[in-house]
């Protein structure tokens, strides 16, 4: 199953990103400036996952990356070299993320790599 883990970033704000069940991260949100915000972020993407749309950008590397808006805030994955694992990791998304553990990292020393 994913999980949800929330992160500070370098410059003190927060996000979170959602990693597949072998610990890989395949979406990362937008930054929030406080931790609530980032966990009520997390709580509004579990109850509506099935609502969510993604458009896919090329990257000029020939990976695709892709963007979802949601209410306010975005989530963007990582690359993909292939059609066949961005789908997958759309999959593992909409059908994990609802029941998915929030691990909150943010009070620790390692920093999120922006």
């Known amino acids: 199953m994913g999980v949800f883990s ?3 970033s370098k410059d003190g704000q927060y996000r979170f990103c ?22 009520d972020a997390v709580r509004v993407l579990q109850e509506a996952v099935g609502l969510l749309t993604f458009e896919t950008t090329k990257n000029s590397d020939g990976s ?20 066949f694992r961005q789908q997958k990791a759309v999959d593992e998304l ?9 691990l909150d ?10």
Not at 94 to 102: D, F, G, L, P, V
């Open 18 to 39: 959602f990693n597949s069940r072998k610990g890989k991260p395949l979406f990362t949100s937008s930054k929030f400036e406080l931790r609530f915000e980032c966990e």
């Open 105 to 114: 990292f943010s009070s620790a020393l390692d920093v999120f790599p922006d």
């Open 64 to 83: 695709v990356t892709l963007v979802c808006q949601f209410a306010t805030f975005l989530v963007k994955s990582r690359k993909f070299t292939t059609a």
């Open 6 to 8: 929330i992160y500070r």
């Open 94 to 102: 909409k059908r994990t993320a609802a029941k998915a553990e929030i």
